[in-house]
């Protein structure tokens, strides 16, 4: 990472008098002050266009990092929000003869989406009286979604994962 600003290391303007001045008296009725400082000890650094332009660019610099390091952090909660799902298992039960299938149920999600945008991801952990074909979520809401599966089982315990469709 490169750095935005050229550091400006700034000294004090050190003198053997400070604050003294000699006063001169002109013609017109007006008055002069000139610096009577004595000696220079240390040259300090010129308070120029230069130096606080460079300051502004520093400033500048920094408010564009700023901004760029909160949108990652943004997008990363947004992904870690897509990450964490609910997850959850449900019975699906076929009360009829292969070919035809009733298996369909309603799964509620308990954290309402904020859009559709949501992936559900299932795995079949048992069946009972037959084989599963596939599982098929379908009928996707904010707030529920419907499952079934195709084949000749009765019985079928299936677990599912909820991420994504949560935006702030």
Same mark, same amino acid.
């Given at each position: 990472?490169?750095?935005?600003?050229?550091?400006?290391?700034?000294?004090?303007?050190?003198?053997?008098?400070?604050?003294?001045?000699?006063?001169?008296?002109?013609?017109?009725? @007006?008055?002069?002050?000139?610096?009577?400082?004595?000696?220079?000890?240390?040259?300090?650094?010129?308070?120029?266009?230069?130096?606080?332009?460079?300051?502004?660019?520093? /400033?500048?610099?920094?408010?564009?990092?700023?901004?760029?390091?909160?949108?990652?952090?943004?997008?990363?909660?947004?992904?870690?929000?897509?990450?964490?799902?609910?997850?959850?298992? @449900?019975?699906?039960?076929?009360?009829?003869?292969?070919?035809?299938?009733?298996?369909?149920?309603? /799964?509620?999600?308990?954290?309402?989406?904020?859009?559709?945008?949501?992936?559900?991801? @299932?795995?079949?952990?048992?069946?009972?009286?037959?084989?599963?074909?596939?599982?098929?979520?379908?009928?996707?809401?904010?707030?529920?979604?419907?499952?079934?599966?195709?084949?000749?089982?009765?019985?079928?315990?299936?677990?599912?994962?909820?991420?994504?469709?949560?935006?702030?």
């Amino acid at each position: 990472m490169s750095l935005f600003y050229d550091f400006t290391h700034w000294l004090d303007h050190v003198v053997q008098y400070p604050g003294r001045k000699k006063v001169t008296e002109n013609p017109d009725g @007006t008055v002069d002050f000139e610096r009577a400082e004595g000696d220079i000890v240390q040259r300090g650094t010129p308070q120029s266009a230069t130096n606080f332009n460079n300051l502004e660019k520093g /400033i500048f610099g920094n408010q564009i990092q700023i901004l760029q390091t909160e949108q990652r952090i943004l997008q990363s909660e947004r992904k870690l929000t897509d990450l964490s799902g609910t997850v959850g298992q @449900t019975t699906l039960t076929n009360s009829r003869a292969f070919p035809f299938n009733n298996s369909g149920v309603t /799964i509620p999600i308990s954290k309402v989406r904020s859009n559709l945008n949501y992936d559900v991801e @299932t795995e079949v952990l048992s069946s009972a009286e037959g084989f599963v074909e596939e599982v098929t979520v379908y009928d996707k809401q904010v707030n529920g979604f419907k499952i079934h599966f195709t084949g000749s089982a009765k019985s079928v315990l299936i677990k599912y994962k909820v991420s994504g469709g949560i935006y702030k």
